[in-house]
């Protein structure tokens, strides 16, 4: 094999191994803001519930109370939900966004259960075939 051709290809190989750790690296790079992303989304997400879940449930309003001293009555709940509806713009999918609001406007278990299986949905990709009723918070009383 002549000597040009040998120098062309440790030349290319060369360049692919450069243009493969350019990809590989952006590649991680895209890997580790999604998964911050979804740390993110599941810890605000897991705030939210427990807030929605207090505002439908008056057990759970008074549970709440010791580890968000803050949120004194209905009103401060309301506004803490709102606060965090609004948070959600930036990071939340349409559905999940459109789900919480519709519980801000209509907090019944439906929407609760909505707005819950948006999340779900969004954080681990799992649908979910169970009937809305699977959800009801009577069960827990």
């Given at each position: 094999m002549?000597?040009?051709?040998?120098?062309?290809?440790?030349?290319?190989v060369g360049v692919?191994?450069?243009?493969?750790?350019?990809f590989t690296y952006f590649w991680q790079k895209r890997?580790?803001?999604?998964?911050?992303?979804?740390?993110?989304?599941?810890?605000r997400y897991l705030c939210i519930l427990l807030l929605m879940y207090a505002h439908i449930d008056p057990k759970a309003f008074e549970s709440?109370?010791?580890y968000r001293p803050d949120i004194k009555s209905k009103d401060d709940l309301k506004r803490e939900l709102n606060t965090e509806w609004v948070n959600s713009w930036i990071f939340a999918s349409d559905d999940t966004i459109k789900s919480f609001k519709?519980?801000?406007?209509?907090?019944?278990?439906?929407?609760f259960a909505e707005t819950v299986l948006a999340m779900r949905k969004e954080l681990?990709?799992?649908?979910?075939?169970?009937?809305?009723?699977?959800f009801s918070l009577e069960a827990l009383h």
């Amino acid at each position: 094999m002549p000597l040009e051709t040998v120098l062309s290809l440790l030349s290319l190989v060369g360049v692919g191994g450069i243009v493969a750790a350019f990809f590989t690296y952006f590649w991680q790079k895209r890997k580790d803001i999604l998964l911050k992303e979804n740390e993110l989304k599941e810890k605000r997400y897991l705030c939210i519930l427990l807030l929605m879940y207090a505002h439908i449930d008056p057990k759970a309003f008074e549970s709440l109370k010791p580890y968000r001293p803050d949120i004194k009555s209905k009103d401060d709940l309301k506004r803490e939900l709102n606060t965090e509806w609004v948070n959600s713009w930036i990071f939340a999918s349409d559905d999940t966004i459109k789900s919480f609001k519709k519980f801000l406007n209509e907090p019944t278990e439906n929407s609760f259960a909505e707005t819950v299986l948006a999340m779900r949905k969004e954080l681990w990709g799992k649908k979910s075939n169970l009937p809305r009723s699977t959800f009801s918070l009577e069960a827990l009383h």
